[in-house]
Nanobody, 117 residues
Framework: QVQLVESGGGLVQAGGSLRLSCAVS????????MGWYRQTPGTQRELVAF???????NHADSVKGRFTISRDYAKNTMYLQMNSLKPEDTAVYYC???????????WGQGTPVTVSS
């Protein structure tokens, strides 16, 4: 059973920082890609950043230079460091992963982030 548990969301003022965590129930060495997405009501879930098994990262243009995705092998955890937050970053943030075997995408339950102006 693959489980992902996000944490770290909350309320922050514009210009502030938050670090989201995504703890996974599988060894990170079994994972192909991991990513962070976000969604606001009435919109599609959008990709924020992802990291591959080789350690390559990619960030959406809207967060480039402000957000950083990373992972900790020892803790089987992925992070999203969010700096210089803007009100438009307000959303529910979800983490996901795909294993090296199989094609299923697994999702966490989401953690809300609210940035006040």
């Amino acid at each position: 059973q693959v489980q992902l548990v996000e944490s770290g969301g909350g309320l922050v003022q514009a210009g502030g920082s938050l670090r989201l965590s995504c703890a996974v129930s599988v060894n990170i060495f079994r994972i192909n890609t991991m990513g962070w997405y976000r969604q606001t009501p009435g919109t599609q879930r959008e990709l924020v950043a992802f990291i591959t098994s080789g350690g390559s990262t990619n960030h959406a243009d809207s967060v480039k230079g402000r957000f950083t995705i990373s992972r900790d092998y020892a803790k089987n955890t992925m992070y999203l460091q969010m700096n210089s937050l803007k009100p438009e970053d307000t959303a529910v943030y979800y983490c996901n992963l795909r294993l090296l075997s199989g094609t299923t995408t697994y999702w966490g339950q989401g953690t809300p982030v609210t940035v006040s102006s």
